[in-house]
Nanobody, 116 residues
Framework: QVQLVESGGGSVQAGGSLRLSCAAS????????MNWYRQAPGKQRELVAGISSGGSTNYADSVKGRFTISRDNAKNTVYLEMNSLKPEDTAVYYC??????????WGQGTQVTVSS
């Protein structure tokens, strides 16, 4: 049974920072690609950042230079450091990892609200 539990969301003013964490109960965590997605009200869920088992990262253009994804394999945890937050970053943020059969596992999400 795969469980992904996000934490660290909250409310901040524009220009502020937050650090999201995703604790994963999954076998062979270090082998998994881990992703952060977000979904704003009325919008589709979008990929924010991803990190491969080898540590390669990718980011949505809208967050490049502001967000940093990292992982701690000893703790089975992936992080999303978010700086210079903007009101348009307001969304529910979800942790994700691909499943073995083309499916995917998702956390319950954590709310991030950025006020201007």
């Amino acid at each position: 049974q795969v469980q992904l539990v996000e934490s660290g969301g909250g409310s901040v003013q524009a220009g502020g920072s937050l650090r999201l964490s995703c604790a994963a109960s999954v076998s062979f965590f270090s082998w998994k690609t881990m992703n952060w997605y977000r979904q704003a009200p009325g919008k589709q869920r979008e990929l924010v950042a991803g990190i491969s088992s080898g540590g390669s990262t990718n980011y949505a253009d809208s967050v490049k230079g502001r967000f940093t994804i990292s992982r701690d394999n000893a703790k089975n945890t992936v992080y999303l450091e978010m700086n210079s937050l903007k009101p348009e970053d307001t969304a529910v943020y979800y942790c994700n990892t691909p499943g073995p059969r083309g499916d995917a596992y998702w956390g319950q999400g954590t709310q991030v609200t950025v006020s201007s």
